[in-house]
């Protein structure tokens, strides 16, 4: 059995583990018309895809309105209903294969347990060397990802788009909720030789606890609040981000860091979010200026009766797709 890095300075703190003695497997995946994007079997085979979308619903941490763990389920569907081809690109991301792999259900043990069914899935998916997106769930499951990303690809940086900075030590009596994901993520890169919390690149963030801005003082962070860069020159804070982040880069977004005028279906909404096109544009030039290894979209929170958030969300991850898979004559054609 092996282990990742002990994930916090508390003794007591189990560390994350996974079965070495099980060997790299083609998953199981939608081929029957229920993946992302409802493709032809010939797009979707995880053989010839480059691109595997993982579902993982789970909302077992959850502090406010359940029902993330419907989020994922929600999105493939959307996702029938949205044409992928980028106009501006002139790219369809079908056409590189985008495989669909069964949902990675909760594991009853508890959070902990389930992060590490979550890593080793994304582990077995990243020996196949696929560009991963996974859809969540609440935050809590890009724990497990961003453990699989660090074995495969050692330390790099994490753009966080989200409303709140997750970096509390323990929060409902777990190290392993939602609220701490962002703290487990930083000691994860550390320990596998990173700069550790100054890997996070925070942006779009609208509320603070007391704790979290004493782990900022201390370790002198400066996330980018959203009043700030609404306040400021998109282009300016755009390549400000990109100083920040080192040559490849983790991108996860919360969707509760778009304002909820944009995506109103999330557990913990926070007024004074980014707009549609803040972070498409700040995603456009992280995806064409730096090596993105993986995309995690999660805390998608259903709401009865309405889909406007599902589809907006299928469409970022459709547009980021275009941004990581077009050729550079598609760039240049399109920006010069």
């Known amino acids: 059995m092996a282990h990742f890095a002990q994930t916090s300075p508390a003794a007591s703190q189990p560390a994350l583990s996974w079965d070495d003695s099980v060997a790299a497997q083609v998953p199981r995946c939608y081929d029957g018309g229920a993946n992302f994007g409802r493709l032809d079997r010939d797009q979707c085979q995880f053989s010839g895809a480059q691109v595997v979308v993982i579902p993982l619903p789970y ?44 949902d990675v259900h909760p594991h009853m043990a508890g959070p902990q347990q389930h992060i590490e069914r979550i890593a080793q899935t994304c582990w077995n998916a990243l020996q196949f060397n696929k560009f991963l997106v996974t859809l969540g769930g609440e935050h809590t499951v890009t724990v497990g990802v961003c453990a699989a990303l660090v074995r495969k690809f050692g330390p790099f940086s994490i753009l966080q788009i ?22 487990r993520m930083a000691e994860l890169v550390t320990a596998a030789g990173g700069d550790g919390p100054r890997s996070l690149v925070q942006v779009g963030i609208r509320n603070v606890s007391s704790d979290e801005q004493a782990y900022l003082d201390e370790r002198g962070l400066q996330p980018f609040f959203a009043r700030d860069l609404h306040a ?10 990109l100083e920040r982040l080192g040559p490849r880069v983790f991108v996860t977004v919360d969707l509760d860091g778009f304002d909820p005028s944009v995506i109103p279906a999330v557990g913990t909404p926070e007024p004074g979010g980014l707009y549609w096109q803040q972070v498409v544009a700040v995603l456009e ?17 259903p709401i009865a009766g309405q889909n406007v958030s599902e589809v907006a969300t299928a469409r970022l991850i459709a547009e980021c797709l275009a941004y990581q898979f077009a050729p550079p004559a598609a760039w240049k054609r399109w920006r010069g």
């Open 59 to 102: 909302d077992s941490t959850c502090s406010a309105r359940g029902g993330m763990r419907e989020g994922p389920a929600r999105i493939l569907q959307a996702s029938w209903w949205i044409d992928f081809y980028h106009s501006h690109l002139r790219f369809d991301p079908a056409d590189v294969g985008i495989a669909t792999l069964d």
């Open 162 to 183: 989200d409303a709140h900075l997750d970096l509390r030590d323990q929060w409902e009596d777990t190290p392993w909720n939602h609220a701490c994901v962002m703290r």
């Open 232 to 241: 400021t020159s998109q282009q300016v804070w755009i390549e400000q981000i």
């Open 285 to 301: 030039q992280v995806f064409r200026r730096r090596q993105v290894i993986a995309l995690d979209v999660n805390e998608l929170c």
